[in-house]
């Protein structure tokens, strides 16, 4: 597999032909975990991180709580699959 020390960071450059059959599941955050994995089973095809420095997010958190099970329920999914 893949190791992406980030998945949820948003930036994705990603070749057309790669993605133009690819019909995602995802309405929200989960996405971006759900086109790692679509990415990573495509033979050939690879993932490169950039590391990127960002500030922590004084106040309130962008991601909720909701949105972290969302996020956790597309893994288990597509672990099951």
């Not at 956790?72 to 597509?78: P, Q």
């Amino acid at each position: 597999g893949i190791k992406i020390k980030d998945p949820c960071t948003g930036l994705r450059i990603i070749r057309y032909d790669l993605i133009k059959n690819w019909s995602p599941k995802s309405k929200g955050f989960d996405i971006e975990v759900e086109l790692n994995h679509f990415i990573n089973k495509i033979k050939g095809a690879k993932i490169v991180e950039i590391p990127i420095d960002y500030r922590e997010r004084v106040g309130e958190k962008k991601l909720s709580v909701k949105h972290g099970l969302t996020i956790m329920k597309r893994i288990l999914s597509m672990a099951l699959n």
